[in-house]
């Protein structure tokens, strides 16, 4: 089974520019085999963590806007996970979906939410598990992967790989110290669960904030077998069978 992980330029506010962005990769894992293929976090509208941002960007997932998505998708063989905004009546979520052509899979909602999100965004309270062509995995986006209950719970249920949607835009110097730490939390979650964890991240500049990646596959053993390089859109694919 082959996995892609896709490293995006940075969209804010446009989810038919990030629609592009998607259906483009996604091709391209589908020429080189994929049957999965994962993209950023919140990147079908971007990481808008301004109340007001959020709201105004926020798709319910069984409203026609999403089907509109769903529709754009349909001549996509691979199953995808991508980060959107979710609205759910009054509430905002971080959400992580699973699509597979025309078909809502499910999805899930970040738990470990940081500190600049807690106001915007409510947390999830379950890691679902899915499956891709027999592949079982589950979902973590960005930050879950500091703490090991969520790589756990999707142990738990089976899994071989976990994917983790991320964002790391970041002031400069914060990126720099977080450039390698990245790395070794999610190594961390793959050594204790025995699982493969792919992350697919932004890349670029915007002001004094910096986009590094990292956007890679990483073995049960902690080991990263393969990264897009960073500051770099790009694509890597990974025979995980």
């Known amino acids: 089974m082959k996995v892609a992980a896709c490293q995006m330029p940075e969209v804010q506010g446009s989810p038919a520019t990030a629609m592009a962005w998607i259906e483009t990769y996604a091709l391209r894992a589908a020429a080189q085999g994929a049957g999965l293929v994962c993209f950023p976090e919140c990147f079908l509208h971007g990481y808008l963590v301004e109340p007001w941002q959020a709201r105004d960007h ?136 025995g699982l493969w964890v792919m992350s697919s991240d932004v890349t670029g500049e915007r002001e004094d904030s910096i986009a590094l990646g990292p956007t890679c596959l990483i073995n049960p053993s902690g080991n990263v077998v393969a990264q897009v390089p960073l500051l770099e859109v790009g694509i890597v694919v990974v025979d995980i069978a």
Request: charged letters at 25%; a positive charge.
């Open 58 to 193: 926020a798709m319910a997932l069984d409203s026609s806007a999403f089907q509109g998505v769903l529709e754009r998708l349909a001549v996509i063989e691979p199953m995808l996970v991508f980060g959107m905004i979710e609205a759910d009546g009054d509430r905002l979520y971080n959400t992580a979906v699973v699509v597979n052509r025309e078909r809502l899979v499910g999805r899930y909602r970040k738990i470990n939410l940081l500190p600049g999100e807690r106001s915007v965004f409510s947390p999830g309270d379950s890691c679902p598990i899915f499956a891709a062509n027999g592949l079982i995995f589950g979902i973590n986006i960005c930050s879950d992967t500091q703490t090991a209950d969520g790589a756990a719970a999707i142990a738990a249920g089976g899994a071989k790989l976990i994917a983790c949607p991320a964002n790391n835009m970041m002031k400069r110097d914060k990126a720099a110290k977080w450039k390698d730490l990245h790395h070794e939390s999610r190594a961390a979650r793959a050594r204790e669960t």
